[in-house]
DNA sequence: TATTGTTATACTCTATAACTATA
DNA sequence: TATAGTTATAGAGTATAACAATA
């Protein structure tokens, strides 16, 4: 039997454990958290900058220089649009997409053994409040498909 | 009812939620999320740098760095150990501790807020799942009381 | 005028490496 | 030698403000 943390301390230590192992798999790939984030957001559908801006709740300064970063790896790309000529297109390298895809795997691989010691149901139970908690607070889909 | 996300998914965005709201009442503290955390983790007691080192799960020459910028804002002070003189503790400042009081009451108050809507059991249930799985990762107590 | 995006600047954060002082 | 902590340095991340180009 646990004895429970009060809903703030569980939430935030939760989220840090989670940051802390996000940080960790990034490390794995040279990437940092932010430039990870950034590839997982490109990683169904190129986004331009403004779109960016909003995904990753980030300045469009910070997201130019973060484009820049990631670009000068070789990961990702700016592209022009042909419609609009102010507009920018991001979207992964093939490169970006193979680092993208072991990051996300091992990703998943780790946080399901978070949960595996758990019984079945409180697994479930668990991760449906969470879904509607992110859901209901319209959490940017930085992770994971963007619709269900 | 509410499509449910995958665990890493759910995770992932729950984390980046909590993470924004953190930041959000930090800003208007006029505060970063580390420097924060730095306040909370010292809240209950004075802690040595080592000791620090540990619960931020930083370097020690970051917690330095981030030590001096604090106490430059006059929200902590650092003291001699009578005991080893090669050692440092740290504590808030009056100031300090209303600051970090504040920060921690809001911070309170605004994940509270995040599940006010579920059912009350539903709520609880999720809270002694997360509680489970930060107690069974040895989360350092980052905000909180240490022990139960 | 409004929008898209970049650049300049300044500060915080973090790690690595080298260092000082004490144990 | 080992431990506690600081300093030097370098790079990433971020925001604000000013800017250029296009709509």
Do not use: N, W
């Not at 419609?83 to 193979?98: E, F, I, L, M």
């Amino acid at each position: 039997m646990t004895e429970s943390l009060g809903v703030a301390p569980a939430l935030v230590r939760l989220s840090f454990l989670v940051s802390s192992i996000y940080s960790e798999v990034c490390a794995g790939y040279d990437l940092t958290a932010p430039q990870a984030q950034l590839l997982c957001v490109i990683r169904d559908q190129p986004r331009g900058m403004t779109e960016l801006t909003d995904l990753l709740r980030l300045e469009k300064s910070s997201v130019s220089g973060l484009v820049d970063r990631v670009e000068r790896r070789g990961l990702l790309r700016r592209q022009m649009s042909p419609a609009d000529r102010r507009a920018v297109t991001v979207a992964p390298t093939a490169a970006g997409k193979r680092v993208t895809r072991g990051f996300y795997d091992e990703i998943t691989r780790r946080l399901h053994l978070l949960v595996a010691d758990l019984p079945a149901a409180e697994r479930d139970v668990f991760t449906l409040t969470a879904s509607r908690i992110v859901l209901d607070e319209a959490v940017p889909p930085i992770f994971g498909a963007a619709a269900a």
